[in-house]
């Protein structure tokens, strides 16, 4: 496995404990980051996690030499000359039935966010303290959450304020204070794949794919769409997608899109649900019945 934008590695390090048999390779342009990343790795004395300080323009790995490429957090965030790196190495890094996963903001829901971004840059510009920075955004994201009048862009404005300040320090220099941040339409991204000999698999989110979101009317239309991608970009236009986390592979591979709920008894499978809580009625049926 491959990540470009690694980090400290906080991704990789619990993926190669878990698969000792696998390898893993990093690569990020923050030497203090991987040089955290490699502390760790050397504390837990892993010998198949590979950390390299190199920016993605100047690195480049060996022909179809990954099973799998992660870039979490790069798309969107680097200029596009690296936009075109990021692609061209999930191309050439990827093993004949290889998957990559780029993450990236995503139009039209992005729109929103890319005014309050507007807003916390012009706020913090003549700033260049990042702590005061980051105090400053959360200032002017609560003076927008407690004032914004109360009409419909208000309302957006607001809501989207509220959850910018769940976020941590960390996200909102990454994201929202970050000198690149450019969201795009996914079948721009699926075009620009495609420049590179990649195609869209699915998206990470199984869920995401669904077309539950949709009235009954709208769902029928997108199942008459046959091209995944078209279908995908209608269903952000109802969805107003703000992120996605899309799969690629190979251009030349065929793609068999029909569900088969089999091949799950051969994964681990994590969930979020747990189980409800006892009820007086579920009790009473429960309690063996006294004689």
Not at 24 to 29: A, E, H, N, Q
Not at 52 to 76: L, M, N, R, T
Not at 114 to 124: K, P
Not at 171 to 197: I, K, M, Q, R, T
Request: aromatic content about 8%; proline content about 5%; overall charge negative.
């Amino acid at each position: 496995m491959l990540e470009l934008g690694c980090g400290d590695a906080g991704n990789l390090v619990p993926m190669a404990l878990a698969l000792p048999g696998a390898s893993f390779v990093g690569v990020d342009v923050a030497v203090g980051a991987t040089f955290r990343g490699q502390g760790l790795v050397d504390a837990l004395g892993l010998d198949n996690v590979t950390l390299v300080s190199q920016s993605i323009a100047d690195w480049w790995p060996e022909p179809a030499s990954f099973d799998y490429v992660i870039a979490h957090g790069v798309y969107s965030w680097v200029p596009a000359d690296e936009r075109d790196d990021l692609l061209a190495i999930c191309r050439e890094a990827l093993a004949e039935g290889g998957v990559a996963y780029v993450s990236y903001n995503a139009l039209p829901g992005g729109r929103l966010r890319e005014a309050l971004r507007d807003m916390l840059l012009f706020h913090t510009a003549e700033l260049t303290d990042l702590g005061l920075r980051v105090a400053q955004a959360r200032a002017l994201l609560h003076f927008l959450a407690e004032g914004t009048p109360d009409h419909e862009f208000g309302a957006l404005v607001r809501r989207q304020a509220e959850r910018l300040l769940a976020h941590s320090d960390a996200s909102l220099v990454h994201d929202e204070l970050a000198p690149f941040n450019e969201a795009v339409y996914f079948y721009e991204f699926a075009a620009h794949a495609a420049g590179h000999s990649l195609q869209y698999l699915a998206e990470a989110d199984f869920f995401e794919m669904q077309i539950g979101a949709a009235s009954e009317p709208a769902a029928k239309a997108l199942l008459g769409v046959d091209d995944p991608v078209r279908r995908e970009q209608y269903l952000d236009f109802l969805k107003a997608r703000m992120f996605r986390q899309t799969l690629l592979c190979r251009a030349e591979l065929e793609i068999d899109r029909t569900p088969r709920p089999a091949v799950l008894e051969g994964l681990a499978v994590s969930t979020q649900a747990a189980s409800p809580a006892p009820t007086a009625q579920w009790l009473s049926r429960a309690r063996p019945a006294r004689r």
